[in-house]
């Protein structure tokens, strides 16, 4: 799925389909790997890296993976060539209002909108609630997997 522009906002669930494929309902590593080839710039905010080590946790702990294997997926993770981006209290601001216009009672997501707006970049993600009420709220550059 070509994008038009040249940065792309990725989620930590598609990070986490690519570095830990045994949870992953879509190709994420072969996204990844198209978008390198065209040269997208991938970005994500700074918090992105705690949520997927998290979630590269609970796969351990869960016994979907090996100790080893998370560690492998950490390193996996690296690998991606996402760069993080630091918080800025402006986008906190808009992450706030980003969950509020979508109901929810946590910002996380918020995040990832309030930088891909303020990026003007698109944000693709795994979760298609999340895509949804985006696109409702008028954010069509939002893409869900």
């Known amino acids: 799925m070509p994008s038009t522009r040249s940065t792309i906002v990725v989620d930590a669930n598609l990070a986490v389909w690519a570095i830990v494929p ?29 949520e997927c080590a998290s979630a590269v946790r609970r796969s351990v702990y869960a016994g979907a993976l090996s100790k080893e294997e ?26 706030f209002e980003w969950a509020e216009r979508l109901r929810q ?19 693709w993600t795994g979760d298609r609630r999340l895509a949804h009420g985006a696109q409702q709220a008028g954010a069509g550059w939002v893409h869900a997997v």
């Open 22 to 50: 045994v949870v992953a309902p879509v190709d994420a590593i072969g996204l990844f790997a198209g978008w390198h080839r065209q040269g997208l710039r991938l970005v994500a905010p700074a918090l992105w890296l705690a």
């Open 70 to 95: 998370g560690r492998t997926a950490l390193e996996d993770l690296f690998a991606l060539e996402v760069e993080t981006l630091p918080l800025t209290l402006q986008q906190t601001r808009s992450a």
């Open 105 to 123: 009672a946590q910002a996380y997501d918020g995040f990832y909108l309030a930088l891909a707006q303020e990026l003007g970049a698109e944000l």
